[in-house]
């Protein structure tokens, strides 16, 4: 196991490999989100509504409500108004469970189906331009490492 950090660890001014590991997990993020936001918005789309319909096409239609907040990790009271917009763009529609009325289930429209093609190869498109100089390796790496940290949360 790596050498622990002796000194205080939630001070991000102390040096190290975990704080740095932290601060360019963060600015990684900022700077993906960025790209993303910039490259998406010409079909419509925020970061937020986009990353909610890839992560709905990943899961599956026909997931609640409640599993998908639970996938993208926020409240489900915050996805609700990220679905209202994505229902009212014509992307999604809710539907009741029919096997718990009180549940709703989300699914594609026709329209949805349409622009996830498109945003597919915009996902294409963005990994290239991010990730081609990674070799499959280091993002199986870098992978286990997310996995792990996700574990933790």
């Not at 993020?29 to 419509?44: A, D």
């Not at 990353?51 to 096409?57: A, C, I, V």
């Not at 529609?93 to 429209?109: A, K």
């Amino acid at each position: 196991m790596g050498k622990v950090q002796t000194t205080d660890p939630g001070d991000l001014a102390v040096p190290g490999p975990r704080t740095e590991f932290l601060y360019k997990l963060a600015q990684s993020f900022r700077s993906i989100r960025s790209h993303i936001e910039s490259t998406v918005k010409s079909h419509g789309l925020t970061y937020s509504t986009w990353t909610t319909l890839m992560y709905l096409q990943r899961a599956g239609e026909g997931v609640s409500q409640k599993e998908l907040a639970s996938i993208i990790h926020i409240e489900t009271p915050s996805l609700v108004g990220l679905l209202d917009s994505l229902e009212k763009q014509a992307l999604i529609e809710r539907r009741p469970s029919p096997r718990d009325r009180r549940t709703n289930e989300i699914f594609f429209t026709a329209r949805a189906k349409d622009l996830m093609h498109e945003i597919n190869e915009i996902g294409v498109e963005i990994r290239a331009h991010l990730l081609s100089d990674f070799s499959d390796d280091e993002l199986d790496a870098c992978v286990r490492i997310f996995d792990r940290l996700l574990e933790l949360s």
